[in-house]
């Protein structure tokens, strides 16, 4: 079981950064929101809103892409153009060069047509801005290979170590300049920074900054990634290219699809809440309490993530081995016990967290769907780790079904339980389209790369994990409200009990 220690080694690391990354975000936004005006924070959110689905058109697959080739060619089974075999560092300079290309083309439209994207979007002021938005982007999606070389050389503490200090940066330049520099050039603190400020400091930039100090920290990459650049060089190998589009354009557009998807909800509810639903409440004031709520689910979302990163390049580098479908059943457990003990501890404890994640009382009035939105994630989290099958057999396109039909479930009981249930009913929505997407993964993924699933034994933890929630969540709805100390002492002793005893279940397995 060594393999498992690894894999839980590198999650953890991974997602030190990934959980840093998140709580300096927080960090950002009260100290944002204080200095700019609701409509010019209403900015950034737009640009970075739209950055996740740019993202993915940048990167259009081929980081995973990478990882599979780049493995087969450790296999000696990938072929370039003249029918030779190619080396992992060809497959590192084509995936380099590739991206390397598109990003200077989306990027010089960005820039060309940036005029005329900003009246668009209905900020003509805010053109600037998209020069140095295409620029973050430009980035993210070169420096997306070097990232994914050192996943698959195991060099998780380095990727953690580089995330990390690029984060760091990003938030130390948004307080140098908004903060230091700012109050200096109006001469309300740090006189010693005057000169300086006069230099540097542009009032009518305002907001720019914001974007300026992610380009500086994004800029910051390069150097630091040096040892994965320094051997790189351009390539260009049709025959593997095309093989590699083939295998990554479905992942462009199942990436594209779920970032529509993991929105669409708070959509679907203020278009489709009867006025006066909730008393006193109008659609959007819905929209904002369920938006609230659902970050509850980020613990779960980080673990999901920290583990994608550390599992993606372990399953291409086991999948040939003659026992990896009970190594990648094996793993799957343990990874579902995980996140249903993150399901119970959260929802167990929401009464504190809530008081300490959600200031105002307003917001506190959905916390009943935050085990339901643990519960989606937590089988979002299994349908990745069950969609292997579709990557290490070549047979990428499968997701777009998955993907497609917990889509439509998504609109249809939105559309049928929103007027019915509020935000309850997108809650619902939530868990009833990962759930089908899960279903759909594992047989259509059978076919393909049979996997012994222990299902019976899967099924029995789910089943006592929802049972201690309901128990405690949906019969003693005092505990939303109360965080006296004695409240928590019985369902903390039931969740100390279900890990440990849930542990010893699994691993018996």
């Not at 659902?294 to 999901?304: D, P, Q």
């Not at 506190?364 to 979002?380: D, K």
Request: with cysteine; aromatic share 20%.
């Amino acid at each position: 079981m060594s393999f498992l220690k690894k894999l839980a080694s590198d999650t953890a690391i991974y997602g030190v950064s990934s959980l840093l990354g998140r709580f300096l975000n927080y960090v950002l936004v009260p100290f944002h929101t204080g200095i700019f005006k609701p409509e010019e924070y209403g900015i950034v959110s737009v640009f970075y809103a739209y950055a996740v689905l740019l993202n993915v058109v940048y990167t259009y697959g081929f980081e995973t892409a990478f990882f599979r080739f780049a493995t087969l060619a450790k296999q000696n089974n990938t072929n370039d153009t003249a029918g030779k075999t190619a080396s992992p560092e060809q497959v590192f300079n084509l995936a380099l060069t590739s991206l390397l290309l598109s990003s200077l083309i989306f990027s010089s439209l960005l820039f060309f047509f940036a005029p005329e994207i900003a009246t668009f979007l209905g900020y003509p002021s805010a053109q600037n801005y998209l020069y140095w938005f295409a620029l973050i982007l430009a980035i993210d999606a070169v420096v997306a290979i070097p990232f994914a070389r050192l996943r698959l050389e195991n060099k998780a503490k380095k990727f953690a170590f580089i995330k990390s200090f690029n984060i760091v940066l990003n938030v130390f330049f948004n307080y140098f300049f908004l903060y230091f520099l700012k109050n200096a050039a109006e001469g309300t603190a740090f006189e010693g920074l005057k000169p300086l400020a006069d230099w540097l400091y542009d009032p009518n930039l305002g907001l720019g900054y914001v974007f300026l100090a992610n380009l500086i920290a994004n800029f910051c990459f390069l150097p630091l990634l040096y040892a994965e650049w320094r051997r790189f060089r351009w390539v260009w190998l049709p025959n593997l290219w095309k093989k590699m589009w083939l295998y990554g354009y479905p992942i462009l557009l199942i990436g594209l699809a779920y970032s529509v998807m993991s929105v669409a909800d708070r959509t679907f509810l203020e278009w489709w809440l009867p006025p006066n639903f909730y008393q006193g409440r109008s659609s959007l004031d819905a929209v904002g309490i369920y938006s609230a709520c659902y970050k509850f689910s980020i613990f779960i979302n980080l673990a999901v993530q920290a583990f994608k990163y550390a599992a993606e390049p372990f399953f291409f580098a086991k999948a040939a081995d003659k026992d990896s479908p009970q190594t990648f059943a094996t793993i799957s457990t343990y990874f579902l016990w995980a996140c249903l003990a993150m399901f119970v501890a959260v929802s167990l404890n929401i009464g504190w967290l809530a008081q300490w994640l959600i200031s105002r009382p307003d917001y506190r009035e959905g916390l009943e769907i935050v085990p339901i939105l643990l519960l989606s994630n937590t089988f979002l989290g299994l349908y990745y780790n069950i969609s292997v099958a579709f990557k290490v057999s070549d047979r990428t396109y499968l997701g777009i079904y998955t993907t497609l039909i917990g889509a439509l479930v998504s609109i249809g009981v939105n559309y049928a339980l929103i007027p019915h249930l509020g935000y309850m009913g997108s809650a619902w929505a939530t868990l009833g389209s990962y759930a089908l997407m899960l279903l759909t993964a594992y047989f259509l993924g059978q076919r393909y790369f049979p996997i012994p699933y222990p299902w019976g034994r899967m099924l029995v933890l789910i089943g006592v994990a929802c049972s201690i929630i309901l128990y405690f969540h949906f019969l003693q709805r005092e505990i939303y409200t109360s965080i006296q100390f004695v409240d928590y002492i019985l369902p903390n002793f039931v969740l100390l009990i279900f890990v440990i005893v849930s542990y010893l279940f699994v691993k018996k397995s």
